[in-house]
């Protein structure tokens, strides 16, 4: 499973002396990028196939809170993926140094043609390294339903 570990920062916690809701936001895509750019898909190779990721939804869970001075280690999986890959979802854990699971989100994104700023399928390069991700225990084939379950796009929209 792919982790990265990252020190919690003093810029990294909120008014309540804690790690702020946007720094496991921040920690999950540096986790997802670095993943990418390890395995040779960095922002210049994406930005060569005019694709980008977008993030449509995450959903975090809070378990213990997390203080400075102590490092966390983020995990990444394969959550689900669409049957042309447009659509790929990403389980992500927050680990303290005991192997405690601190918190839990499920990412749900796409890809986007950086020109026509519409969703549109990986090339096929891009989609086997994401079957090569490990994969969550309950990893699924997204359905259309799967992408809008947790909103209903306005009538007005």
């Not at 280690?73 to 447009?86: D, H, P, Q, W």
Request: overall charge neutral; hydrophobic content about 40%; glycine content about 6%.
């Amino acid at each position: 499973m792919y982790t990265k570990q990252f020190e919690i920062r003093w810029s990294d916690v909120d008014a309540n002396l804690h790690l702020r809701n946007s720094a496991y936001v921040d920690y999950m895509s540096h986790t997802r990028m670095s993943y990418f750019q390890d395995r040779g898909f960095n922002q210049n190779k994406l930005h060569e196939l005019g694709l980008g990721p977008v993030a449509l939804y995450e959903h975090l869970y809070y378990f213990k809170e997390v203080f400075p001075g102590k490092p966390i280690t983020v995990s990444l999986r394969l959550k689900g993926i669409s049957e042309k890959g447009t659509f790929f979802s990403f389980l992500h854990d927050f680990y303290d140094l005991s192997g405690k699971n601190l918190a839990r989100c499920e990412m749900l994104g796409a890809w986007i043609d950086l020109v026509s700023r519409k969703l549109v399928e990986p090339p096929h390069a891009l989609w086997e390294f994401l079957e090569g991700l490990d994969k969550a225990d309950d990893f699924k084939t997204l359905t259309k339903e799967d992408t809008r379950r947790f909103g209903v796009l306005p009538k007005d929209l």
